[in-house]
T-cell receptor
Framework: DTAVSQTPKYLVTQMGNDKSIKCEQN?????MYWYKQDSKKFLKIMFS???????INETVPNRFSPKSPDKAHLNLHINSLELGDSAVYFC????????????FGEGSRLTVL | GIQVEQSPPDLILQEGANSTLRCNFS?????LQWFHQNPWGQLINLFY???GTKQNGRLSATTVATERYSLLYISSSQTTDSGVYFC????????????FGRGTSLIVHP
């Protein structure tokens, strides 16, 4: 039973398209995150939600919009995809906010052609 | 924000060798974790260790919070240890952003 699950795992699309990645956690955690891992493996936080409220919003283009319908779900919608958006996107969750232990999903590899 | 530096950036070992990976951070922290990203890209939790020492099989970790560093020890390395090891910290006070180092890439040859 996967603790943090993301769908889809692979996404190949054309420039200019809009796409979404979904994330669900069944750990009962109150905080969820989106991280982007670039080609050099650097993991950079994009967003964090605590109990459905946005608490961290790093310098990310407005084309990226997170949505948290409830505390177990955090989805990422990307408009007008660009070549530079190609990366692996990881969802994570923790209890007690950022001081709690982080648990990651398996990642969603986005390729923009 | 807090700076996290990991060393060495790359490490190549023969199976059976021991190694020490280091994570230095620039500010006091209230959370520190070590992760292993395996060749399939999965991020696996190794240790949640804001301070003190922990051991799990062939792996152990020590964080000396007052001196702002953490060490990950891998003993009797196996090919399955290959991958990238990341340290992630959350600074005490401030923005509470979990911040990752750039990782140590480990290759273990049979």
């Amino acid at each position: 039973d996967t603790a943090v699950s993301q769908t889809p795992k692979y996404l190949v699309t054309q420039m200019g398209n809009d796409k979404s990645i979904k994330c669900e956690q069944n750990l009962g955690h109150d905080t969820m995150y989106w991280y982007k891992q670039d080609s050099k493996k650097f993991l950079k936080i994009m967003f964090s939600y605590n109990n459905k409220e946005l608490i961290i919003n790093e310098t990310v283009p407005n084309r990226f919009s997170p949505k948290s319908p409830d505390k177990a779900h955090l989805n990422l919608h990307i408009n007008s995809l660009e070549l530079g958006d190609s990366a692996v996107y990881f969802c994570a969750s923790s209890q007690q906010g950022p001081v709690g232990e982080l648990f990651f999903g398996e990642g969603s590899r986005l390729t923009v052609l | 924000g807090i700076q996290v530096e990991q060393s060495p950036p790359d490490l190549i070992l023969q199976e059976g060798a021991n190694s020490t990976l280091r994570c230095n951070f620039s500010d006091s922290v209230n959370n520190l974790q070590w992760f292993h990203q395996n060749p399939w890209g999965q991020l696996i939790n190794l240790f949640y260790i804001p301070s003190g020492t922990k051991q799990n099989g062939r792996l152990s970790a020590t964080t000396v919070a007052t001196e702002r560093y953490s060490l990950l020890y891998i003993s009797s390395s196996q090919t399955t240890d290959s991958g990238v090891y990341f340290c992630a910290v959350v600074a005490s006070g401030g923005s509470y952003i979990p911040t990752f180092g750039r990782g140590t890439s480990l290759i273990v040859h049979p």
